[in-house]
């Protein structure tokens, strides 16, 4: 098909892979394939698959080419009912109290300079770490949710135990964010050395009603160093 915007070549690939044309781990076609395929540039190619990598429906892999992910990003909704998939491991960072919230984060959970609860984790695949996560929730959200405050995975998640526990129900939004240059802490995160990397990213929002109690920021594994 020839697609006339990123968008359209996007909705493609993603109906391929959702219906199983492009199965897991398959690798994608090269960007001169795909440009023939949708007769667009090289840079509306990478825009297309950059997309799809931060929504979790491809992946880069260091000297082999971009692949099909086994199943795309658990976000929003999804992560309410669980945080992992088949073959993935957790490998918990840390669970602190802390004002040192980024302005995105404490905006939406309207902190005002107060503190958040920030739990950090990496998801392994494979020996690899694939995503590594962080997400702020309200202080006042542990009185329900004590879990919040341990240094481990809550089972079931703790927007399920919240919902239990106090019979109401959470909305839950994803938003595809783009993508950001690879911090300090990401890279120790991810095991990179020093450089430049562009990493994908999803971000999360849980409300009670109108309001947000918590947030969360996923960042998948760099598919490529930028100059």
Not at 46 to 74: N, S
Request: neutral net charge; aromatic residues 6%; hydrophobic residues 40%.
């Amino acid at each position: 098909m020839t697609a006339k915007t990123v968008a359209q070549m996007v909705d493609d690939l993603r109906r391929q892979i959702d219906g199983g044309t492009l199965a897991p781990n398959t690798k994608l076609p090269s960007t001169r394939a795909l440009m023939e395929t949708y007769g667009l540039s090289d840079n509306a190619i990478y825009r297309g698959v950059a997309l799809l990598k931060a929504q979790g429906y491809l992946e880069g892999r260091q000297g082999k080419g971009v692949f099909v992910m086994d199943r795309p990003i658990t976000g929003g909704q999804e992560r309410i009912e669980g945080i992992t998939r088949p073959g993935s491991v957790i490998r918990w960072r840390h669970t602190i109290r802390t004002a040192n919230v980024p302005d995105w984060a404490a905006d939406k959970l309207d902190l005002k300079g107060s503190e958040a609860i920030e739990r950090a984790r990496l998801v392994v695949r494979d020996d690899r770490v694939i995503e590594a996560s962080k997400s702020w929730v309200a202080t006042d959200i542990a009185d329900v949710v004590p879990e919040l405050d341990d240094a481990a995975p809550c089972n079931p998640t703790w927007q399920k135990l919240y919902e239990q526990r106090t019979g109401r129900s959470l909305t839950a939004a994803a938003k595809q964010h783009g993508a950001r240059i690879a911090t300090d802490d990401d890279l120790d995160a991810f095991a990179l050395s020093p450089g430049k990397y562009a990493l994908p990213l999803v971000r999360n929002a849980y409300l009670d009603g109108d309001r947000v109690i918590g947030v969360g920021e996923i960042a998948h594994a760099p598919n490529h160093f930028t100059n």
